[in-house]
């Protein structure tokens, strides 16, 4: 088993460290990152808007009018309704970062060519109108792609030096505004291009075939029960050998969750069920305490752990743990590269995520409403509000309950192991001590 562990980790570290140092996936995941808190603030107010009470709703009308919800929602609507624009901007200036080049002009190119392959329309007495739709989630994949392929081509026409050259003496801000002239014109130019080219085809513009031909399979299959036991098992494995997978397998799927996530917004807004089960939150419901759902480990530790290390360990790791943060168990029980722990550290959130996903399915458990939440938002409470109500805690209690149990077992067998230990180093010092002295 060490030897077969041993191989595992060398294939999936060499795996992982190619993957975290891809410019490309990194300038994602670095910009969903740099976008997250603005949507964090938005699900809030979303929260605050659409609490589900309607006692709640009623007094703060009286307080605040009867259109208090629609404009405290102004603020998310922004962020949500526009976030492929702050997305393609903030692609592209994460790669051009990576690259050492002007990153706010490579933004503002990434932003223009988006603009210019989002189809619009001119209506007599109110102008061009842009299809809001493909400004939002829809409109993610454009965005991403462009930007990294405006960067790349940008990137390469600046190494070409194929720019106007500034005498000496010129401000580096005005050197490099017009080093960045020439470039910028010619691959907005090909943009151009590419968007009259589809105008010619059935799909009539880039966003509606990518989103028929890419996003939608890839989507369909990503966010289905098949692709939820992928997504959870990919991030366990990875993390069986220390490696922290979590960031990187969601700035991956995450375009995939946010339309799903839009449509259940959406939904609830109207009252209705959302459609979709697999969204972010889904998942942010699975892992209380961590990857591996570690919380259930962490009280089993706490009321039938024997041995003193594990109570240490269960005692230092229960307040992170409450805010989804298990380092602190991970190394120190340790679970990783442990063979005995990995087994439930792997098996449990595949349980988990059945167990959710047939409650939802079935109608038991009410399914996500999109609302983000801070991923350290300790469970029970990330329930009901991302479910908005009851059933999102009930699910949350049953499965921490489901995850003791299947972690107790393996717990035991080590639990007895460090008891076997404990009591020979105590023996051992006992022996040590009343051991004569000659002098």
């Not at 799927?253 to 339309?259: D, G, S, V």
């Amino acid at each position: 088993m060490s030897a077969f562990l041993a191989r595992l980790e060398i294939k999936l570290m060499s795996f992982a460290g190619r993957m975290a140092q891809q410019r490309h996936l990194g300038a994602i995941r670095d910009a969903y990152i740099a976008f997250m808190p603005f949507i964090i603030v938005g699900s809030l107010l979303l929260v605050i808007s659409s609490f589900p009470s309607e006692t709640y709703q009623q007094m703060m009308a009286r307080i605040f009018g009867e259109q208090w919800s629609y404009i405290i929602e102004i603020p998310f609507n922004v962020i949500f309704s526009t976030m492929a624009l702050f997305i393609s901007f903030m692609v592209a200036y994460r790669l051009a970062e990576r690259y050492d080049i002007d990153k706010v002009s490579a933004g503002i190119l990434s932003l223009a060519a988006f603009w210019i392959l989002t189809p619009f329309q001119k209506v007599e007495g109110l102008g061009v109108v842009i299809p809001m739709e493909w400004i939002g989630s829809k409109g993610l994949f454009v965005a991403m792609i462009g930007g990294l392929v405006c960067t790349e081509l940008f990137t390469w026409l600046l190494r070409k030096k194929i720019a106007i050259s500034m005498p000496d003496g010129v401000p580096p801000e005005v050197q490099r505004s017009f080093s960045a002239l020439i470039p910028a014109l010619l691959v907005l130019s090909l943009v151009l291009i590419v968007r009259v080219l589809f105008e010619a085809t059935p799909y009539e513009t880039i966003h509606q075939f990518i989103y028929e031909v890419l996003a939608s399979p890839i989507r369909h299959f990503g966010t289905s029960f098949i692709g939820a036991l992928l997504t959870t098992f990919s991030i366990t494995l990875l993390w069986s050998v220390g490696i922290n997978s979590g960031s990187m397998v969601n700035s991956i799927l995450r375009p995939f969750w946010m339309e799903n996530q839009m449509d259940n917004i959406s939904a609830a807004q109207a009252g209705l069920t959302p459609p979709h089960i697999i969204t972010e939150q889904f998942f942010d419901m699975i892992w209380m305490g961590g990857s591996g759902a570690t919380l259930s480990l962490i009280i089993a530790m706490l009321i039938f752990a024997r041995s003193q290390h594990i109570k240490n360990v269960s005692r230092l790791a229960a307040g992170s743990s409450i805010f989804n943060i298990n380092e602190p168990v991970l190394f120190g029980l340790p679970v990783i590269m442990n063979p005995v722990m990995l087994i439930p550290f792997n098996l449990v959130p595949l349980v988990l995520v059945t167990v959710q996903y047939v409650a939802m399915s079935t109608g038991l458990i009410s399914p996500t409403t999109g609302v983000y939440i801070p991923w350290t938002l300790p469970p029970v409470i990330s329930g009901f509000i991302v479910t908005g109500g009851f059933s999102g805690a009930i699910i949350q209690l049953i499965n921490l309950t489901i995850g003791v149990i299947i972690y107790l077992p393996f717990l035991r067998i080590i639990d007895k192991q460090y008891r076997a230990s404990e009591s020979t180093e105590a023996d051992n010092a006992l022996n040590v001590k009343q051991q004569p002295a000659y002098s």
